[in-house]
T-cell receptor
Framework: GQNIDQPTEMTATEGAIVQINCTYQ??????LFWYQQHAGEAPTFLSY??LDGLEEKGRFSSFLSRSKGYSYLLLKELQMKDSASYLC??????????WGAGTKLIIKP | ETGVTQTPRHLVMGMTNKKSLKCEQH?????MYWYKQSAKKPLELMFV???????ENNSVPSRFSPECPNSSHLFLHLHTLQPEDSALYLC???????????????FGPGTRLTVT
């Protein structure tokens, strides 16, 4: 079956760095997405990786290893507004998105 | 604002009621989606429309009935729902069609549905 695994919850301190991991098992692979969802709001797009390596976008970076079925989202210089759920989703060979349950990130002062 | 609006934002309905959820996208996208989001569970894709034609129906119970009258509007008609259908229903759109399903999706704020 197809599956996405990511931690349920993580806690980090304001100003610090946090890495949210995601492992995937899909029938074929056409890329991996990260979305951010604040409580009571819509998910918003953060990144899309289809090639191996690290892509940096301001304070957020996303990494992909296709051979390991692994991705992570790296958040630097954490701010209180980064408290949210982070959703990992992989695109399979049929271009169907397989979603993880999300990682709730709690930022403490 | 993501360019995708949903109404109503909150809905409480009895199991014998009939109601409809509405979604509108102002982005000129070709594809629209309905998702169900339950607490601590992955997003569940319910329906996908591309250029107003349904291309995906993930074994959703018939008590959920989608309608896509044009590329900007999407409805989800609800009837004789069960308490376990209580969830957040999200609409999304993307540019994708054909080989462009790798485009990111833009989500609406969702409708919080409670079935009593």
């Amino acid at each position: 079956g197809q599956n996405i695994d990511q931690p349920t919850e993580m806690t980090a301190t304001e100003g610090a760095i946090v890495q949210i991991n995601c492992t995937y098992q899909t029938s074929g692979f056409n890329g991996l997405f990260w979305y951010q969802q604040h409580a009571g709001e819509a998910p918003t797009f953060l990144s899309y990786n289809v090639l191996d390596g690290l892509e940096e976008k301001g304070r957020f970076s996303s990494f992909l290893s296709r051979s390991k079925g692994y991705s992570y989202l790296l958040l630097k210089e954490l701010q209180m507004k980064d408290s949210a759920s982070y959703l990992c989703a992989a695109l399979d060979s049929n271009y169907q998105l397989i979603w993880g349950a999300g990682t709730k990130l709690i930022i403490k002062p | 604002e993501t360019g995708v609006t949903q109404t109503p934002r909150h809905l409480v309905m009895g199991m014998t009621n009939k109601k409809s959820l509405k979604c509108e996208q102002h982005l000129g996208h070709n594809a629209m989606y309905w998702y169900k989001q339950s607490a601590k569970k992955p997003l569940e894709l319910m329906f996908v429309y591309s250029l107003e034609e349904r291309v995906e129906n993930n074994s959703v119970p018939s008590r959920f009935s989608p309608e896509c009258p044009n590329s900007s509007h999407l409805f989800l008609h609800l009837h004789t729902l069960q308490p376990e259908d209580s969830a957040l229903y999200l609409c999304a759109s993307s540019q994708g069609n054909g080989d462009r399903w790798s485009d990111e999706q833009y989500f609406g704020p969702g409708t919080r549905l409670t079935v009593t």
